[in-house]
Nanobody, 130 residues
Framework: QVQLVESGGGLVPPGGSLRLSCTGSGFSPDFGYYVIGWFRQAPGKEREGISYIGSSDGITFYADSVKGRFTISRDNAKNTVYLQMDSLQPEDTAVYYC?????????????????????WGQGAQVTVSS
């Protein structure tokens, strides 16, 4: 059974940092064959794709809203993808989700579209407030 678990959320003051982790289990083939996206949903707003990392090519994408402040990385040996979030602001407050899909090497793949992903974690709350 495929499972994704986010961790590392919490309360942080404006300007602070958090690192979210997304750990996968039950993937076949291995976790390393899957692309991972990070999404977030603030109260009353639609889910937003914010970051993506490829399976093995190191390719990353960021939404303009987080570019330059967030960094995505992965450690396939630990079945884990990280999202380092710096210079956090109140508008970053949301539930953060990671999602996975097998890397079909599809040129039409939209990395920040939620419709491209089959597997989702349960979400982690991030609150930025003084």
């Amino acid at each position: 059974q495929v499972q994704l678990v986010e961790s590392g959320g919490g309360l942080v003051p404006p300007g602070g940092s958090l690192r979210l982790s997304c750990t996968g289990s039950g993937f076949s083939p291995d976790f390393g064959y899957y692309v991972i996206g990070w999404f977030r949903q603030a109260p009353g707003k639609e889910r937003e794709g914010i970051s993506y990392i490829g399976s093995s090519d190191g390719i990353t994408f960021y939404a303009d809203s987080v570019k330059g402040r967030f960094t995505i990385s992965r450690d396939n040996a630990k079945n884990t993808v990280y999202l380092q979030m710096d210079s956090l602001q109140p508008e970053d407050t949301a539930v953060y989700y990671c999602a996975a899909n097998f890397d079909y090497k599809d040129d039409e793949f939209q990395p920040l579209s939620e419709y491209e992903y089959n597997y989702w974690g349960q979400g982690a709350q991030v609150t930025v407030s003084s």
